[in-house]
């Protein structure tokens, strides 16, 4: 241009010594326009755009069985299996002893009697047969010994294989009082403090030793028998357990469990289709359940199933007054909507020793009502209930605070059962003008531009049609309605067909549309200052074909194909 | 060469007739110095004071510029609104619009000042010596181009970028030329053969060109892809320099043939052959290349483009715009002169196009010579000279212009010259 620049000086110069100046701007604007009157039409591209997934906008975009989704952030439950193992009412043993009546009678007064006897433990416990090794939280021994000779009794107990914290066994001495013959009894109460202490069941016995000093009371000979009756039970809480635990055999393995967790709002962002999924029903929902055992012992969990409640304002679950059963949210015969977890083919779900077990499982309807309460402003939490059972026969080990821990991986699908109206997503943008000074606007609509058409051609293979009301004003506008702006330009309704579906709402093939958007004198005026707000509703329907419903597909896109068509008018005088 | 042989035939036909006619010893015409019987030209004549009557010195300055789309007062009236801070986007689409369509947007300009020194030496030999500034200019746009521009895209979508560029050069120049005349041959009335030929020596003061890179580069504007592959190299030498920034040689023929008796002659001039080396020229490349369904993205890229410095090289080579030129004319009659030349392009920069100037000298005074002319061709179409003169025996001056393309307000291109020279 700068080699230019010289030639044109020249020209006019040249020029300039034969011309006489314009008498006014007009004249000189009359006299560039001295051509004839004429209408170009340039057309030029504007945009391919690709409206696919990747502008939903969606945070935890993901695909599920071929359809577009929607991951929820990961939701933990954890279910202790022993949290609160105990036992109670265990028999640590029921003796009995019975003296020879005619020794009894035949002893002179004065005579010291001292027995010794071993009689098993836990002979009449077969809930802790099984268990090799219980190690105790909490608890007590409580051996009641009851006494009918008319003599003074003492004895001695020690527990075989009930080891105190320090690992010696339990031991005790009392004294039972004379009974006063007539068949009744004197009883005394030994309490043994089992506390961090160790029961190693298959070695558990009893070593009593007893002793007293006979009378001669011809009374001891008539209650020599069952002379000495003593009864040892045991209530306590279980810090561990190891052994072929079975919970067929200790029905303490098996306990039940519950646990939630809320579900935030945060946790799911349906981007720009949230509008539509409030107004839809959510057809496709696959939950991951990641099951991981800290036990060295396999749980089995039973009747375990995956609900959803909204939860107190308090943050709780809330509860049926009479049975304490969550109050689960309920579909429309009012019964509560429980996702049942097993093992594919069973009815229980075993997660392994010290391992994991994933499960996959249908829940669309659960995740629709979960939805729809979290965008409904509502709190909700998935709450996980059932049996848990540690054990099978093989050596094991668990402890208090072993846990089954389930992290649940929610997925939505983007299959939706329309309402017949459609729904309507709203979005407002600020959109870049192209900066023409007010000068140069006026210029255009007023001298410059006869009219100014979009056309678009769209290959919509999503199974939606699209109805596009679209209005711009100048300047920013925030979150208002550009539709009711008094300087908005509403652009005709736009219409983008869609394809015919099949009975799963899946796109059959793509069809295309053309649409066209016409814009004349002061339509264009917005568009060509600094910025402008556009407002865009998109009413979207489903397809035919579907029933109303429609499920867009992870490949599933619309690809606009537009051009812009602008008619310049030129000379004539304008 | 089918313009040469237009131009042949042409001149052939203004000969023929004119030499039937017997210019008597005693018409004043036939006592007009030869010299003067050569037409001055607004256009460049290397030989123009090799024919000077005598020995002496002329000071001459010339210029000439066309364009094939704005006149004088589109000109003036774009200047006044900027000037007014009023020039808008329609005015300029307008302006635009007044480019011909199916033709090339065209600029040219030459100009030229210097003095000559010259004279016959003897009867058969004249010399003449030559200092001069010279310099060029040209500025084409496509027709293709110019046709996006001017009728839009809809029913058509590819277009040539074509020989679009704009150039300009400025030199300085020492000439030496010779003429040796003989005649008249065969008879008293037989012809007077004039053969000329010189040499000028350059020194380019400035330079400045953009031209494409590619050949039949295209642009490809429709609805739904813009393609453009552009490769645009600008050239100039960062300022104006005197001396030091290379030279070149240009040589120049003629032949000239005189039938005083019949009042005719022909004459053939082959000019401006030759080439100018040029230095430190400093090149920048702008490389441009879409592909783009979208319209922001285009925009983007655009804004995007910019010179990017290349190289500074030495040795430029630019061919100057050669040009053949057929004339001839007669006069017979007792104060008429007319006079008819085409001058045809041969090739090299900044060329102007086919031109034929007619001319008609009236000597109602033998030394004031009055000229009118018509320009036929070039980028205007038609024009109007005009001039007068005082050739005498010791003085010469001319004073000439011309409108092309219309008068004055309507021209769209201008040519002036000026001599005074003085004879000994």
Redesign the interface.
């Known amino acids: 241009?700068?080699?230019?620049l010289?030639?044109?000086a020249?020209?006019?110069m040249?020029?300039?010594?034969?011309?006489?100046?314009?008498a006014s701007?007009t004249?000189?604007?009359n006299?560039?326009?001295?051509?004839p009157a004429?209408t170009?039409?340039?057309?030029?591209?504007?945009?391919?755009d690709t409206l696919d997934r990747s502008d939903l906008d969606i945070q935890g975009d993901t695909v599920i069985g071929g359809l577009q989704g929607v991951a929820f952030d990961p939701e933990s439950v954890s279910v202790a299996v022993a949290d609160d193992l105990q036992f109670q009412n265990v028999t640590v043993t029921d003796v009995a002893v019975s003296f020879d009546p005619a020794v009894l009678a035949a002893a002179p007064p004065g005579t010291l009697v001292d027995s010794t006897a071993q009689f098993p433990a836990l002979a009449t416990e077969p809930r802790l047969q099984s268990i090799d090794q219980v190690d105790v939280l909490a608890g007590t021994l409580t051996l009641t010994t009851s006494n009918r000779l008319v003599e003074t009794v003492t004895y001695t107990v020690t527990f075989v294989g009930f080891l105190d914290p320090t690992g010696s066994p339990l031991t005790a001495s009392s004294v039972l009082p004379a009974a006063p013959g007539d068949g009744s009894y004197t009883t005394d109460v030994l309490v043994f403090d089992l506390a961090n202490g160790t029961l190693l069941p298959s070695s558990a016995v009893l070593d009593l030793r007893a002793t007293a000093t006979l009378s001669g009371s011809p009374l001891n000979a008539a209650n020599a028998d069952n002379a000495i009756l003593q009864v040892g039970i045991a209530d306590f809480d279980v810090l561990a357990l190891s052994g072929p635990l079975d919970p067929q055999v200790t029905a303490e393995l098996t306990d039940s469990v519950e646990d939630f967790t809320e579900v935030t709002l945060g946790s799911v962002d349906f981007g720009k289709f949230e509008d539509a999924v409030i107004a839809s029903t959510l057809n496709a929902a696959t939950g991951t359940l990641r099951f991981r055992n800290t036990a060295d012992a396999p749980v089995e969990l039973a009747n375990f199933a995956l609900g959803a409640v909204q939860l107190t304002p308090t943050g709780q679950v809330p509860r049926d007054p009479a049975t304490g059963v969550p109050l689960y949210e309920t579909d429309g015969a009012g019964t509560p909507i429980l996702i049942p977890v097993t093992d594919p083919g069973q009815s229980t779900l075993t997660v392994p020793r010290t391992g994991t077990n994933t499960i996959t499982v249908p829940m669309p309807q659960l995740a629709d009502r979960v939805v729809h309460l979290l965008l409904g402003g509502s709190r909700v939490a998935v709450v996980g209930s059932g049996d848990a059972s540690a054990g099978d026969g093989q050596p094991s080990r668990i402890t208090r605070t072993d846990s089954v821990y389930l992290v649940t991986d929610l997925f939505v699908g983007f299959d939706f059962t329309v309402p017949d109206t459609g729904v309507v997503i709203t979005e407002n943008s600020l959109q870049d003008g192209l900066d023409f000074t007010q000068?140069?606007i006026d210029?255009?609509v007023q001298?410059?531009l006869v009219r100014a058409g979009v056309?678009a051609v769209v290959t919509n293979s999503t199974p939606f049609a699209l109805d596009i009301d679209l209005a711009y004003a100048p300047g920013d506008l925030g979150n208002a309605d550009a539709f009711l702006d008094p300087n908005a330009v509403v652009v005709s309704p736009i219409q983008v067909s869609a394809p015919t579906l099949d009975a799963a709402g899946r796109v059959t093939a793509p069809v295309v549309d053309t649409v066209e958007i016409l814009l004349v004198g002061r339509d264009i005026e917005p568009l060509l200052g600094i910025e402008f707000t556009a407002t865009l509703r998109t009413r979207v329907r489903p397809g035919p074909g579907g029933n109303n419903r429609a499920a867009l597909g992870d490949g599933d896109e619309a690809i606009f194909?537009s051009?812009?068509?602008i008619d310049?008018k030129?000379?004539g005088g304008? | 060469m089918k313009r040469l042989l237009l131009a042949l035939m042409t001149g052939a036909l203004v000969v023929a007739p004119a030499r039937a006619q017997t210019v008597p010893e005693t018409s004043p015409a036939a006592r007009v110095e030869p010299a003067y019987r050569r037409t001055p030209q607004l256009r460049v004549d290397p030989f123009r004071h090799v024919l000077t009557p005598r020995w002496g010195m002329v000071f001459s300055v010339g210029?000439f510029?066309?364009?094939n789309a704005l006149?004088?007062?589109?000109?003036?009236?774009?200047?006044?609104?900027e000037n007014?801070d009023?020039l808008?986007?329609?005015?300029i689409?307008?302006?635009i619009?007044?480019i011909p369509l199916g033709k090339d947007a065209l600029?040219?300009?030459q100009?030229e000042a210097g003095v000559y020194l010259g004279g016959p030496l003897g009867g058969h030999l004249s010399l003449g010596l030559s200092y001069q500034g010279r310099?060029y200019?040209?500025?084409v746009v496509d027709r293709e181009m110019v046709s996006l521009l001017?009728?839009?895209?809809?029913a058509q979508q590819q277009f040539s970028v074509g020989d679009t560029k704009?150039?300009?050069l400025a030199t300085q120049e020492i000439g030496a030329h010779a003429m040796v005349r003989l005649g008249p041959l065969g008879s008293e009335d037989g012809v007077h053969m004039s053969v000329g030929a010189g040499g000028r020596y350059l020194l380019p003061i400035a330079y400045?060109?953009?031209r494409t890179l590619l050949e039949d580069a295209q642009v490809l504007?429709?609805?739904?892809?813009?393609s453009a592959n552009v490769d645009i190299q600008?050239a100039?030498t960062p300022n104006v320099q005197f001396a030091g920034r290379g030279s070149g040689i240009a040589m120049d023929f003629l032949l000239r043939m005189d039938w005083p008796t019949s009042g005719v002659y022909f004459e053939g001039l082959l000019g401006n052959i030759g080439k100018v080396t040029i230095d430190q020229v400093e090149r920048r490349r702008l490389t441009f290349n879409v592909n783009?369904?979208?319209?922001?993205e285009?925009a983007d890229s655009l804004e995007a483009v910019e010179f990017a410095v290349q190289d500074t090289v030495d040795g430029l080579s630019v061919t100057l715009p050669r040009f053949v030129r057929f004339s001839g004319g007669a006069w017979a009659n007792r104060i008429l002169q007319l006079d008819m030349s085409a001058t045809v392009p041969l090739g090299g920069d900044f060329q102007i196009p086919l031109a034929v100037d007619l001319w008609s000298t009236w000597r109602l005074v033998p030394a004031v010579p009055l000229r009118l002319g018509l320009v036929l061709g070039g980028s205007t179409g038609i024009g109007y000279t005009a001039g007068i003169g005082v050739e005498t025996r010791n003085l010469l001056l001319q004073v000439m212009g011309g409108?092309f393309g219309g008068w004055?307000?309507d021209?769209?291109?201008?040519?002036?010259r000026f001599e005074l020279g003085v004879f000994f």
Do not use: W
Not at chain 1, 14 to 22: Q, R
Not at chain 1, 31 to 35: F, K, P, W, Y
Not at chain 2, 71 to 81: G, K, Q, T, Y
Not at chain 2, 411 to 416: S, Y
């Open positions: 241009m700068r080699t230019t010289p030639i044109l020249t020209l006019g040249l020029l300039g010594l034969v011309a006489c100046e314009p701007v004249d000189a604007r006299q560039l326009a001295r051509g004429d170009v039409r340039y057309v030029l591209p504007l945009a391919t000068n140069d210029d255009i001298n410059l056309t194909n051009s812009v068509v310049v030129r000379g304008q | 210029a510029g066309s364009n006149s004088a007062a589109d000109i003036r009236a774009l200047v006044f609104l007014q009023s808008l986007i329609s005015d689409l307008n302006a619009g007044l600029l040219d300009a100009a310099g200019g040209s500025f001017l009728e839009g895209n809809a704009a150039g300009g400045g060109e953009e504007v429709s609805g739904q892809l813009v600008a100039h783009s369904t979208d319209i922001q285009i409108s004055f307000n021209a769209k291109g201008a040519a002036a």
